[in-house]
């Protein structure tokens, strides 16, 4: 969500809150539309998700939600992702929370139920992020806003004739922003967005997102040609079923990124998370 989908754009954002066109033939970047040029973008994301030769990665994951902080070592693999929890509020874990971790680690590596659980959760981040991907270009009406550092700025504002075909889309289709993108490599650099209306879901009476939620994604090329994830912030409040009252307040920091071998496989991934944990309990 492929270079990890649930990493690659905010689809993870919307799905947490409610459950290249190839360039023209002979047209550079600069001369074609907004509209196009995001329609570009998008497909040159699509395109990069299906590729055969997938690249994964070791990373740092800083992750924060609702004031609480975790950090996390993640190893990508073929079936999914596999962590390990080394801080919690910026404090290393105690002895008996390194175990813990270990055994985790070490159990999950050797249930293959747990493997294919992990493995359907992938499949199914993958399915919903290209479909929320694919319903951008129509979702939005574009406009240019200049250019800085060799990158393209367009805002974006909801397109009145875009008929939501699900939650996701209809929150989608409530929002305003901007949007940087790499036009000679048509990739996708960053994303700010507002909710401009409250968002009701039917009728209010499963639930509704308030008015001015907001989010930010930021993505990097780490080696050419390999564009993750970075940042995601969201800001969102409301209520849900019966009254309750949600909130959404997530940061999100990806670093260190290391490669890793594009077929390691998860008891490869478990391994080298649980050496480095050896190696962390003898320092």
């Not at 874990?93 to 680690?105: K, N």
Request: proline share 4%; glycine share 8%; net charge positive.
């Amino acid at each position: 969500m492929t270079i990890t989908q649930s990493r690659m754009t905010f689809a993870g954002v919307i799905v947490l809150l409610v459950s290249r066109i190839a360039s023209a033939q002979s047209q550079s970047n600069a001369q074609l539309s907004p509209a196009d040029l995001v329609k570009a973008v998008i497909r040159g994301e699509l395109n990069t998700s299906d590729v055969t030769e997938i690249t994964r990665w070791k990373y740092r994951l800083v992750k924060e939600v609702d004031g609480k902080q975790e950090t996390r070592e993640v190893v990508e693999t073929k079936s999914g992702s596999l962590d390990r929890l080394i801080e919690i509020a910026g404090k290393p874990l105690t002895d008996a929370q390194q175990r813990s971790e270990a055994d985790r680690i070490f159990r999950l590596s050797h249930s293959p139920e747990e493997q294919y659980k992990l493995e359907q959760a992938r499949r199914k981040d993958a399915e919903q992020c290209n479909a929320f991907l694919k319903m951008i270009p129509d979702a939005f009406l574009f406009g240019y806003a200049g250019e800085s550092g060799g990158l393209t700025k367009l805002i974006f504002k909801p397109n009145p004739r875009f008929q939501p075909p699900s939650r996701e889309g209809k929150v989608l289709h409530e929002m305003a922003g901007e949007i940087w993108v790499d036009a000679q490599q048509q990739r996708l650099v960053s994303i700010n967005g507002e909710l401009m209306n409250e968002v009701k879901f039917a009728g209010g009476l499963l639930g509704h997102l308030e008015k001015g939620g907001r989010f930010t994604v930021k993505r990097a090329e780490i080696v050419p040609g390999h564009w993750e994830l970075t940042e995601m912030a969201v800001n969102m409040r409301g209520k849900a079923l019966l009254f309750k009252t949600i909130s959404v307040q997530q940061k999100e920091l990806h670093g260190n990124f290391e490669r890793v071998p594009d077929d390691l496989n998860l008891s490869d991934a478990a391994g080298l998370l649980l050496k480095q944990a050896l190696i962390a309990a003898k320092r």
